[in-house]
């Protein structure tokens, strides 16, 4: 597998700082999704986002994207002030949701095609073949994606990101339903895509496969940050000890002492 190529444009639009958030508040009527999470990651960084169903993962994700503005707080990608400039952050960001979004009943070159024209981009064969290739599905390009793998299928969302040259790739449980031959590739993959400078942000609940490339780990609970280590200082064990007691004081932390 071959490092994703970067982007000359965007890669100088890269300051050294791939997200800087403060302050980040949601909030659904009533309901607090977010509450004042900042965060800082470098450029060239895997960082993990690890924490239960309903801690607010998928929220953080749809603000970085920018598909979901926050009630308040400030948001930069590569120094674009996401907030007030979402078009040109949207340009450095590729996005691989829980569910690949591929069209069953087309190939992996006409989903790549489609997805491309869609976007305003070169559709070119040698082109969208290139990215088949980088994502290694080359020899099943003009194969129907309902008979792909869940492995092969997250490759092919892979490829939107190869075509699209982002520099900051937002992966959301991206390890769920892989095989070990699938987890290894994504892995290499975020690891190829972190050593060509980009930044990835991987929200996961998966301990062992899900932060296995992540440089610093945040624990989130009830749409807070209770700790942001760098990999690095804690083995795996401490880490989830340190992530089962701090998700068991906040659950068992009323909840107007959060709000």
Known sequence: MTAPIPNPTASSAMTATAIEASGLTKRFGS?????????????????????PNGAGKTTILRILATLLR?????????????????????????????????????????????????????????????????VELDGVADERARTFSAGMKRRLALAR???????????????????????????EFVLDFKASGGAVVIATHSFATGLAAADRVAILAGGRILADQPCADLPWEAIRRLYESLIDADEAMPREAIN
């Open 31 to 51: 309901i607090l999704a977010l509450d004042r999470l900042n965060l800082l990651v470098p450029r060239g960084s895997v960082f993990g986002l690890l924490g």
């Open 70 to 134: 926050p009630t308040s707080g400030s948001l930069a990608l590569a120094g674009v002030d996401a907030l007030k400039e979402p078009e040109a952050a949207r340009a450095l960001i590729g996005v691989v949701a829980h569910g690949s979004y591929i069209y069953e009943d087309l190939s992996a070159l006409e989903n790549l095609r489609f997805w491309t024209v869609m976007a305003g981009g070169d559709a070119s064969p040698e082109r969208l073949r290139a990215a088949l290739r980088q």
């Open 161 to 187: 990101v190869v075509l699209s040259r982002a520099r900051l790739l937002l992966l959301d449980e991206p390890f769920t339903g892989l095989d070990q031959q699938g987890r290894k590739w994504l892995n």
